[in-house]
């Protein structure tokens, strides 16, 4: 299960631009791309886009809202390293800087081997191929474990979250 970290802190106000992807064969989307604007490398850009493209409708140029820094996403095992941190591992939870911290010392002192995993393969039941050989254990799929240095891996990319979160005057942080 995936999840994400962020903070008390107002997402960054505003958009920013970048040349669309539907319009990457013009060279006015390599001059955007190195950080150059004018009038002429906009118009380009909306002469080549595709008029129906959903990113852009048609301008040539796509606009973001401005992504919040302070945000870090675990994709897999987020509940493991919940868990190791001695976490709410719930799909929704906050602590506050101090308890993070605290919880960094505690992930790092933890005897952690129950929260590890191998990589597993998952085999369906014995079938026959389209050629007509019959396969006894059709692979179904693939799950990713968790290894002692993956978690090791993620305690460390929060503890940089937490670091840069309370330097930039967060209070709160949330996951989800
Ligand atoms: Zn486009």
């Not at 505690?106 to 396969?135: K, P």
Request: one cysteine or more; glycine letters at 8%; hydrophobic letters at 40%.
């Amino acid at each position: 299960m995936g999840i994400t970290f962020s903070t008390d802190l107002a997402a960054p106000e505003g958009t920013t631009e970048s040349p669309c992807l539907c319009a990457q064969m013009t060279a006015a989307f390599l001059s955007m791309m190195r950080g150059e604007d004018s009038d002429e490398i906009r118009a380009e850009l909306a002469r080549e886009a595709r008029p129906d493209c959903p990113q852009c409708e048609g301008k040539g140029v796509e606009r973001e809202p401005v992504r919040s820094p302070h945000r870090l996403d675990m994709n897999l095992h987020g509940f493991n390293v919940l868990r190791a941190l001695g976490l709410a591992a719930e799909p929704y939870g906050q602590c506050t800087i101090a308890e993070a911290r605290r919880a960094l010392l505690r992930a790092r002192n933890q005897d952690v081997r129950h929260l590890l995993s191998e990589d597993e393969v998952h085999y369906g039941a014995a079938c026959e191929r389209e050629d007509g050989a019959i396969e006894l254990r059709p692979v179904r799929g693939h799950s990713k474990g968790l290894s002692r240095d993956d978690l090791a891996r993620r305690v460390s990319a929060f503890e940089a979250f937490v670091r840069q979160a309370a330097d930039a005057g967060a209070q709160v942080i949330h996951w989800f």
